[in-house]
């Protein structure tokens, strides 16, 4: 068949070529030779030329160098300068490990407050039809924190040594056990709250010497075939969200109903926090023994822990006054509601606040006017002093007044912790 279109010609060439349209080979316009040759190479770029620099310029690069902040012809001039000279490698080596200590290590961990505030941000634009009360908040967070720490472990991390420590008549007291066995520890001392709501018991029909947090979680322990592990996560973690469901739906009518620890009772709101707190302080006990960065709770937790605490010491004090190793000779009672000698504990940092902490008698009223010493303690150090873990008389930050009160405070609240 005949084609009697015409042969293009060497200007509908040119045209194509400079609009960019592909030619035909071997026309040179695609850079092949125009005898249908291999291309021709392109022209080798130029390399750029390195830095040439004074030594006193690179050595007042070093520090630039050590924080990565050089440019790139710089970093080159720099790195072949020390392959040359030794006392500006020394220097450099020097510099970069002076870097390092100013670098934090990073905690992988969420900023405890994270939840809270995304939970915050949700419930504005739909609030729940059943809240979760506030006093159980913290309780609710904490549980969540070490369940997210618990989370990757793995057999080893769960058979980690812990050692559980608490003061004892005065005296500090520590009980050997694991992670796992921690767990089991917290399992069944909710397992009290579990009771008091009317939920199953977590020690089923084991027997317990006495229903005291020690007694019930030394039956545990003891009726376990072989040490806890892993497999504790499951129940524990069950019934810390049946808890929570449970007194949210209850609402704040329940806030008061009695929870018995054996050897005295605690109101369910304050109950629960106690829980939050000793799930805190045994999560710092879980990370301390894997190693891991824990960080406390948030300040609206931390400071209701706080409060609980401070609003214990006087029935605490009493009670060390009547076993005998705080009774003074002499002492003054003071009437129900009358102002008498205080003690002002004042908690600085996250959670922090104020309290005046009566002397002589749990029903007196704290009183500035009869204040006779301050203590001042980070809210965190007066945490782990209520759990034992911190000498009282290291505790304090600073102290003003009667010596012999604030004696009684610290070791008051350091008695406050149990296994």
């Not at 030794?86 to 100013?102: F, K, M, Q, S, Y």
């Not at 913290?138 to 559980?164: C, K, N, S």
Request: proline residues 9%; glycine residues 8%.
């Amino acid at each position: 068949m005949n084609d009697d279109r015409p042969e293009p010609s060497d200007d509908t060439t040119a045209t194509a070529a400079a609009a960019g349209t592909p030619t035909a080979p071997g026309n040179g316009a695609d850079g092949t030779r125009e005898d249908g040759g291999p291309p021709r190479p392109a022209p080798a770029s130029q390399p750029a030329e390195p830095l040439v620099l004074e030594h006193r310029v690179l050595k007042s690069l070093l520090g630039a160098w050590a924080l990565a902040a050089c440019a790139p012809e710089e970093t080159a001039a720099v790195e072949e300068h020390l392959g040359d000279c030794g006392a500006c490698a020394d220097e450099a080596l020097r510099l970069r490990d002076a870097v390092g200590l100013l670098q934090r290590p990073e905690n992988l961990d969420l900023n405890p407050g994270l939840r809270t505030r995304v939970l915050e941000s949700c419930l504005k634009r739909r609030p729940p039809r059943i809240p979760v009360p506030d006093w159980a908040a913290a309780y609710d967070a904490e549980t969540a924190r070490l369940d997210a720490l618990l989370q990757d472990f793995g057999d080893t991390e769960w058979h980690a040594p812990v050692r559980l420590r608490w003061y004892e008549a005065d005296e500090a007291t520590t009980r050997r056990t694991t992670v796992a066995g921690v767990i089991a520890h917290l399992l069944t001392v909710d397992g009290l709250v579990a009771v008091a709501l009317g939920l199953d018991d977590p020690l089923g029909g084991l027997p317990a010497e006495r229903p005291t947090p020690s007694a019930r979680t030394e039956a545990y322990w003891s009726a376990s075939p072989s040490p806890p592990t892993r497999s504790v996560r499951t129940p524990w973690r069950a019934q810390t969200h049946d808890l929570v469901r449970t007194v949210s739906f209850t609402g704040s009518r329940a806030g008061r109903m009695a929870v018995s620890y054996g050897d005295f009772e605690l109101p369910l709101h304050d109950a629960m926090l106690d829980r939050a707190f000793e799930c805190w302080v045994h999560a710092e006990d879980i990370a301390e023994a894997v190693d891991y960065p824990y960080d406390p709770p948030t300040g609206r937790h931390l400071h209701r822990m706080v409060d609980l605490a401070a609003r214990m010491l006087p029935s605490v004090l009493e009670a060390r006054r009547r076993s005998g190793p705080d009774a003074p000779g002499g002492r003054r009672l003071v009437a129900a509601g009358a102002p008498g000698r205080s003690l002002r504990l004042e908690i600085e940092g996250s959670g922090g606040g104020e309290w005046l902490i009566p002397l002589d008698s749990p029903a007196a009223r704290g009183s500035a006017e009869h204040e006779v010493a301050h203590i001042a303690l980070d809210g965190s150090e007066f945490c782990r002093l209520a759990a034992g873990h911190v000498p009282p008389r290291e505790a304090a930050a600073g102290q003003v007044g009667d010596k012999e009160a604030i004696s009684e405070v610290l070791l008051a609240a350091a008695s406050l912790s149990r296994m």
